[in-house]
């Protein structure tokens, strides 16, 4: 892979993830988004402080885009089952669908970079 492909495959993923998810000129909440797919994916519970802790953020930092992202159906937030005092993220169907929507328009331009990865051997 080369710097330019590089930059441009950063670029496209950034045009589309601002395109499609609600980043407002921040990176956190596409950080939070982000962190809570890791974590459904995983089939991991994502806590409130283990949120914090792994997108490096303060709680105040994060407070006003998590409530915004949750005003907005983007993530749901619900109280653990097994500890009240927790407080829980969770993916809804729209974010579920935006990543999904996401993904297959990321393939193109994945291929076109790993193309060019001097390790990279094609199928044909």
């Not at 993530?75 to 089952?81: G, V, Y």
């Not at 993916?91 to 990279?120: E, G, M, R, V, W």
Request: charged share 20%; with cysteine; hydrophobic share 35%.
């Amino acid at each position: 892979m080369n710097i330019e492909n590089a930059v441009d495959f950063i670029h496209t993923i950034g045009d589309q993830c601002s395109a499609c998810l609600p980043v407002n000129n921040s990176l956190i909440p596409l950080l939070i988004l982000n962190e809570t797919m890791a974590h459904h994916l995983q089939d991991k519970d994502l806590s409130l402080k283990n949120l914090y802790t792994a997108i490096r953020s303060s709680e105040l930092g994060a407070r006003n885009h998590l409530s915004r992202l949750e005003k907005n159906s983007w993530l749901a937030i619900e109280k653990s089952k097994i500890d009240t005092r927790v407080k829980l993220i969770k993916p809804t169907k729209k974010l579920l669908d935006t990543y999904q929507q996401l993904s297959l328009s990321f393939i193109p331009t994945a291929q076109k970079l790993c193309a060019n990865c001097p390790h990279y051997k094609s199928k044909s």
